[in-house]
């Protein structure tokens, strides 16, 4: 089965800076990959999501994220956070062979962005 | 607009007591998902339908069960609440399956049990 790490359990990034958030993980083959948000009290939506095709993948809100085979990770970047960008992020990596089974996504622990004024 | 509601947001029940979480969908998706969300363990998946009447355990079942009657609906049902059941719930559908395609989800129905 394939696993998920998100090394960083808090980030804090001051408004403008620029901003990455690491995931690595373990998997057989190319796995689907996604990067989901959370804002405070609300549900988990979709920033981006990589299945083929050209490893820098464009999302939502400014955000890209780069498919590196080689290094086993999908790190998420926006050049310039904003306050509203404060939120948990979590990774999460699809199976392609799963048939949809139970264990056919697999979410990271997530990260904490915290925005400094 | 795609849309996941939860019956509640917030949801205080005592130990012992039946509770419901109700899930509605109005995407016309197959499959549907429980999950629960607990501070430094991320989501972990409880169950999930991939058509009416159908479902699969996930990465934790026990002490839950689930029914789909209707397409557009997914009960989450805690027969005998405890302590420990005490979380955030998250329900999520998708068109495609798990992994495979992008889940959109409820905004959670924080549950407490004391």
């Known amino acids: 089965a394939q696993s998920v790490t998100q090394p960083d359990i808090h980030i804090t990034v001051s408004e403008g800076a620029s901003l990455e958030l690491r995931c690595n993980y373990s998997y057989g083959a190319t796995p689907y990959l996604f990067w989901y948000v959370q804002s405070p009290g609300q549900g988990l939506q979709l920033l981006l999501k990589y299945f083929s095709g050209d490893t820098l993948v464009q999302g939502i809100k400014g955000f890209e994220a780069e498919f590196k085979r080689s290094q086993s990770s999908f790190n998420l970047r926006k050049p310039s956070v904003h306050w509203s960008d404060a939120a948990e992020y979590f990774c999460a990596v699809g199976d392609p062979d799963s048939g949809g089974g139970a264990d056919g996504l697999t979410f990271g622990k997530g990260t904490h962005l915290i925005i400094q004024p | 607009d795609v849309k996941v509601t939860q019956s509640s947001r917030y949801l205080v029940k005592r130990t012992g007591e039946k509770v419901f979480l109700e899930c509605v969908q109005d995407?016309?998706?197959?499959?549907m998902f429980w999950y629960r969300q607990d501070p430094g363990l991320g989501l972990r998946l409880i169950y999930f339908s991939y058509d009416v009447k159908m479902k699969e355990k996930g990465d934790i079942p026990e002490g839950y069960s689930v029914s789909r009657e209707k397409k557009e609906r997914f009960s989450l049902i805690l027969e005998s609440a405890s302590t420990n059941q005490t979380s955030m719930y998250l329900c999520?559908?998708?068109?495609?399956?798990?992994?495979?395609?992008?889940?959109?989800f409820g905004p959670g129905t924080r549950l407490t049990v004391l």
């Open positions: 999520a559908s998708s068109l495609g399956l798990a992994g495979l395609d992008t889940q959109y």
């Open positions: 995407m016309d998706h197959e499959n």
